[in-house]
Nanobody, 124 residues
Framework: QVQLVESGGGLVQAGESLRLVCAAS????????MGWFRQAPGKEREFVAA????????HYADSVKGRFAISRDNTRNTVYLQMTSLKPEDTAVYYC?????????????????WGQGTQVTVSS
């Protein structure tokens, strides 16, 4: 049973930063691909960032490139999303996702496991 638990969300003003944390309970974390997605009210879930098992491969949505950074600590079974220069349009529920190794996809359907999400609200 894989469990993903996100934390770190909150209410911030535009221009501020937040760091999201996803703690994974899985024996295969060291080989899993991890991703972050988000869903705003009335919108579809969208890709934010993803990272390969070693941390050497990362992908970002164009809307967050240069502002967000994904990283992982395989000794702690944890993946992070450092968000800087936040904008009101970044407001959404952010979800952590995992899939067994291999390629680092941007499509939500490619991920097998999901967390419950953490709310990020950016005020203008």
């Amino acid at each position: 049973q894989v469990q993903l638990v996100e934390s770190g969300g909150g209410l911030v003003q535009a221009g501020e930063s937040l760091r999201l944390v996803c703690a994974a309970s899985t024996r295969t974390f060291n080989t899993d691909v991890m991703g972050w997605f988000r869903q705003a009210p009335g919108k579809e879930r969208e890709f934010v960032a993803a990272i390969g098992w070693s941390g050497g491969s990362t992908h970002y949505a164009d809307s967050v490139k240069g502002r967000f950074a994904i990283s992982r600590d395989n000794t702690r079974n944890t993946v992070y999303l450092q968000m800087t220069s936040l904008k009101p349009e970044d407001t959404a529920v952010y979800y952590c996702a995992a899939k067994p190794g291999g390629l680092v996809p941007t499509e939500a359907v490619r991920y097998n496991y999901w967390g419950q999400g953490t709310q990020v609200t950016v005020s203008s």
